[in-house]
């Protein structure tokens, strides 16, 4: 993984645990992400994102493809997991 995670928000306390995260990214660019997993279907869903302050929507895998070359959910799960282990979580 390229990014670099500057700053992290966490709320396990949802019925499924969301996540807010600010990441370094390459060529000094900042890549804002709030996500949530989703237990029904045991994926990372994304909320919202923002690439150097720029509103992409929903929109993650122009980003992951591009920059990261693995998908939406690998990616999401990387962050989620060091995010996870930072807060001593696991999913239930």
């Not at 949802?14 to 279907?41: G, Q, R, S, W």
């Not at 869903?45 to 992951?64: E, F, H, I």
Request: with cysteine; aromatic share 16%; glycine share 2%.
């Amino acid at each position: 993984m390229l990014t670099k995670i500057k700053k992290v928000k966490f709320q396990p306390e949802f019925k499924n645990p969301v996540y807010e995260v600010i990441l370094d990214c390459p060529e000094e660019n900042k890549l804002y992400i709030k996500f949530d997993y989703k237990y029904k279907n045991k994926t990372f869903m994304p909320s919202r994102v923002n690439y150097n302050k720029q509103d992409k929507g929903v929109k993650l895998a122009w980003y992951t493809q591009k920059v990261e070359k693995m998908t939406v959910q690998e990616f999401l799960g990387q962050i989620a997991r060091k995010v996870n282990k930072k807060y001593n979580f696991q999913f239930k």
